[in-house]
């Protein structure tokens, strides 16, 4: 299993960025996947899931309504569309695939990329 982030950057409050997160070695469309970031100092934290299918998402209250996940099965792709940034959005993220459990608890997840990061300051 390999899980590639990318997509991070640099961006300003209220900018927008978009994450992406290539897997391979696994029957992706099977597996529901979700993002967590980490920010220096603090705890994994779930940010985003995302059925296999794609036709149920989760988010946590911190990011609902300005993130947005989704995949494509056919590039084996899973993304994190993120607006309206902000400074407490600065962290490193981690696409995983989910095993079993909660959605929100990373212990839940069996694999993890290597995480991408995206810092947001004026």
């Known amino acids: 299993v390999q899980l590639q982030a990318s997509g991070g950057g640099s961006v300003q409050p209220g900018e927008s960025l978009r994450l992406f997160c290539a897997a391979s070695?696994?029957?992706?469309?099977?597996?529901?996947m979700g993002w967590f970031r980490q920010a220096p100092g603090k705890e994994r934290e779930f940010v985003a899931a995302?059925?296999?299918?794609?036709?149920?998402?989760d988010y946590a209250d911190s990011v609902r309504g300005r993130f947005t996940i989704s995949r494509d099965n056919a590039k084996n792709t899973v993304y994190l569309q993120m607006n309206s940034l902000k400074p407490e959005d600065t962290a490193d993220y981690y696409c995983?695939?989910?095993?079993?459990?909660?959605?929100?608890?990373?212990?839940?997840?069996?694999?993890w990329g290597q995480g991408t990061q995206v810092t947001v300051s004026s």
């Open positions: 995983g695939v989910y095993y079993s459990g909660s959605y929100s608890d990373s212990g839940a997840y069996n694999y």
């Open positions: 995302i059925t296999g299918s794609g036709n149920i998402t």
């Open positions: 070695g696994f029957t992706f469309s099977s597996y529901d």
